[in-house]
């Protein structure tokens, strides 16, 4: 049973700055990609960012390219996400999850293609 823990959310002002970490039970290169993904309330989960364990490449949804980074520490087992310049629009509750199979779909932000979810780490953005 694959565990994901997270953690580093909380409460910033808009403009700032938080790092999340996913850590994964096993070597992160058991893993296809791992992911994050956020829902906010009233909305749908989406993806906002993964990480392909091969090569180390990179997607990210188009509302956070440019502000928000994906990188890992295989020595630690843990995918971090730089989260920059925040807005109060990204206030959700952020997951991270894992694809044990490959390749990611074109839809991979909907989820679907990922079969362990941790318990995720709320977010607010507010002033």
């Known amino acids: 049973q694959v565990q994901l823990v997270e953690s580093g959310g909380g409460l910033v002002q808009p403009g700032g700055s938080l790092r999340l970490s996913c850590a994964a039970s096993g070597s992160t290169f058991d893993y296809y990609a791992i992911g994050w993904f956020r829902q906010a309330p009233g909305k749908q989960r989406e993806g906002v960012s993964c990480?392909?364990?091969?090569?180390?490449?990179?997607l990210y949804a188009d509302s956070v390219k440019g502000r928000f980074t994906i990188s890992r520490d295989n020595a630690k087992n843990t995918v971090y996400l730089q989260m920059n310049s925040l807005k109060p629009e990204d206030t959700a509750v952020y997951y991270c999850?894992?694809?044990?199979?490959?390749?990611?779909?074109?839809?991979w932000g909907r989820g679907t293609d990922f079969d362990s979810w941790g318990q995720g780490t709320q977010v607010t953005v507010s002033s």
């Open positions: 990480i392909i364990s091969r090569d180390g490449s990179a």
């Open positions: 999850a894992t694809a044990t199979v490959g390749p990611l779909t074109q839809g």
